[in-house]
Nanobody, 114 residues
């Protein structure tokens, strides 16, 4: 059974950093592309970052240069390092394969506020 468990969110001041983790089970993360998404209440889930099987990464424009997606195949975990955080980064962050599976994790709340 495929599962995603996100963690690492919290409250941080503007300019601060957080590292999110996505522990996957039921499949090997190195075998499929993986993505981070975020969602705020009342809006559609938004793509944030992508890591291909090859390790090539892609980011949405608003986070390019600030966020870094990576993976640890031994731990079957995908990470999102977020630096220089802004209030507009506030959202619930989730991970999934690409293309996405219908079963999502609970996500992890990131709040950027002074």
């Amino acid at each position: 059974q495929v599962q995603f468990v996100e963690s690492g969110g919290g409250l941080v001041q503007p300019g601060g950093s957080l590292r999110l983790s996505c522990a996957a089970s039921g499949f090997a993360i190195w075998s499929v592309p993986m993505r981070w998404f975020r969602q705020v209440p009342g809006k559609e889930r938004e793509f944030v970052a992508h890591i291909a099987n090859s390790g090539v990464t892609i980011y949405t424009g608003s986070v390019k240069g600030r966020f870094t997606i990576s993976r640890d195949n031994a731990k079957n975990t995908v990470y999102l390092q977020m630096n220089s955080l802004k209030p507009e980064d506030t959202a619930v962050y989730s991970c999934n394969q690409y293309p996405s599976l219908p079963n999502w994790g609970q996500g992890t709340q990131v709040t950027v506020s002074s």
